[in-house]
């Protein structure tokens, strides 16, 4: 007969460690659910994203968000108000990689503009983007896939 398996103090270890896995499982799996909007690479090249949406009744665009192969960003972190959210993605070199129709304002670094109308009087670049409903879920994530 093996003696640790069978004292009690071993026993109670192992009742411990149970009981605490139980617990930590319990404890993670219990987390508010958080809305938000995640890109996801899916091409061979690492990609820039940029969004617009609606914030206060004006469109805003934000970037850049570098996502690099096989790997997701989430570009809205709060919860979804627009059931629109309007994206725009470029490789490194700076070449579009979808072809939107929506023209909206974007810059070559970091930033964040307030309203798409007039891109060029006020000194941005005017860019394409494409539309995706989210059809007002909390959550939703876009896979951009490599251009055929």
């Not at 469109?59 to 968000?65: A, D, I, S, V």
């Not at 072809?99 to 670094?109: F, S």
Request: a neutral charge; proline letters at 2%; charged letters at 20%.
């Amino acid at each position: 007969m093996n003696y640790l398996a069978t004292s009690p103090r071993y026993a109670l270890r192992c009742v411990a460690a149970f009981m605490a896995a139980v617990i930590a499982g319990i404890a993670l799996g219990t987390g508010e659910a958080r809305a938000e909007f995640a890109v996801c690479n899916q091409s061979f090249d690492v990609v820039n994203v940029a969004i617009g949406h609606d914030v206060d009744g004006d469109f805003q665009t934000e970037g850049w968000w570098t996502i690099g192969t096989n790997q997701c960003a989430n570009v809205i972190r709060e919860e979804l108000e627009s059931r629109y959210i309007y994206v725009y993605a470029q490789d490194v070199f700076g070449k579009p990689m979808l072809n939107g129709t929506t023209k909206m304002c974007i810059e070559g670094k970091r930033f964040t503009i307030r309203g798409i109308s007039s891109c060029w009087s006020r000194g941005h670049i005017q860019a394409r983007f494409i539309e995706v409903d989210t059809e007002k879920t909390q959550r939703w994530s876009l896979f951009l896939a490599a251009p055929n």
